[in-house]
């Protein structure tokens, strides 16, 4: 689908960012899994960690188009970075759609600005797939909440200031998941260890547990039972971003593998003159635009509020994640031993691919989705 002058104007100036800014910063992030702050600094200079908030809190209120391709051009630079952003743009979306007023205007206009950077914890260790399933407890007491449990995979699990938590407020009931805005700094609530990850080096996963923390109720977003409804409608949005991403990681391999296959000679010629490799090439140029298409078509379908959209968002995510890992795959072999080691980019494409099939639903769990939709 074609794209408006604006959305054009929004990808040409992230896309440029990315390539100036966060690129050269991705493999040193990588290696020292840290993250980089100062490029965290410049997405907010551009307002991209205020994606999803409206104008009257200081947010750039992107239509879901934009929100797609800002979140492809993001990640062309770097996966690691895009991957905290649009967990902050989930932060930031529920307390737009879920928040109160006074929520909205204690917490928008500082995270549009990039502090607090948000957290979205759903997951949980023996809950992964089935948040249902989850153990975490908010137990009311006269005016406030005590939560206790653990939340498992949480990016911007250190670096965070705020905290989108979903718990039960029964045990016993399934039915009882809420949702509610955590300050990171609350009393009880512990940080874990970063986990050493195959890729996404640079982004910061941890646990975060609660021990007896305690929660004013003036911070729960949700009606007692409407968090999981809640958190399925914000994940639509977050799978559409997360296929943006697959594919801007996709055309950052391709890219790596023309200019490579151009360059390196073998047997008196360049190794694009073989069509071994331009088949490659040419696959992998079609798996990348059909995975764009298809996460386009999705936020547009989103954007118009099409009672289809969560089928089309898991259709995109599970195609462009597998286009993802199917590209990076080529680019390493199109470089050959070059491409397996880590003086390249296209290694770390690679370890970085994985992810896109695993979190915000796995590719198993998109295949549920689909086949609900069409058997009702």
């Not at 390539?19 to 965290?40: G, K, L, Y």
Request: proline letters at 4%; glycine letters at 8%.
């Amino acid at each position: 689908m074609s794209l408006t002058e604006e959305q054009r104007a929004v990808r040409d100036v992230v896309l440029e960012f990315a390539r100036e800014e966060i690129r050269p910063t991705a493999r040193e992030a990588d290696a020292e899994q840290s993250f980089p702050e100062d490029v965290w600094d410049g997405l907010v200079d551009l307002d991209l960690t205020g994606l999803t908030v409206p104008e009257e809190y200081g947010g750039y209120d992107a239509d879901r188009v934009t929100y797609s391709v800002a979140n492809e051009a993001v990640a062309y630079g770097s996966l690691s970075v895009a991957t905290a952003l649009s967990v902050h743009c989930l932060a930031t979306s529920c307390i737009a759609e879920f928040g109160s007023t006074d929520q909205r205007e204690r917490w928008l206009p500082e995270m549009v600005d990039g502090r607090p950077v948000g957290a979205f914890a759903l997951s949980e260790p023996e809950a992964g797939s089935n948040p249902a399933e989850m153990s975490t407890v908010a137990r009311p007491e006269g005016d406030t909440y005590v939560v206790n449990g653990t939340k498992q995979w949480i990016t911007n699990g250190k670096r965070s200031g705020v905290v989108i938590l979903f718990a039960k407020t029964d045990p016993d009931d399934p039915h009882s998941v809420t949702q509610f805005v955590v300050p990171k700094d609350a009393d009880g609530l512990e940080v874990g260890q970063k986990e050493d990850k195959l890729g996404l080096r640079a982004s910061d996963t941890t646990s975060l547990t609660f021990d007896g923390v305690e929660i004013p109720a003036e911070n729960r977003l949700t009606e007692v039972g409407a968090g999981l409804s809640a958190a399925l409608t914000i994940l639509t949005g977050g799978r559409v971003g997360i296929a943006s991403q697959a594919v801007g990681l996709a055309q950052a391999a391709l890219d790596e593998a023309l200019e490579y296959a151009q360059e390196r000679e073998q047997f008196d010629q360049p190794i694009s003159e073989f069509q071994t490799i331009r088949h490659k090439l040419a696959e992998m140029e079609a798996g990348t635009q059909s995975a764009r298409l298809l996460a386009r078509e999705a936020a547009r379908r989103l954007q118009d509020g099409d009672r289809a959209a969560p089928k089309f968002a898991s259709i995109a995510k599970y195609r462009a994640s597998e286009t993802a890992m199917d590209v990076t795959n080529e680019a390493v072999q199109i470089h050959g031993g070059y491409g397996y080691t880590t003086e390249g980019e296209v290694e770390r494409f690679y370890r970085d691919a994985k992810i896109t099939e695993i979190y915000e639903g796995t590719t198993e769990i998109q295949k549920k989705v689909i086949a609900d939709h069409l058997l009702g």
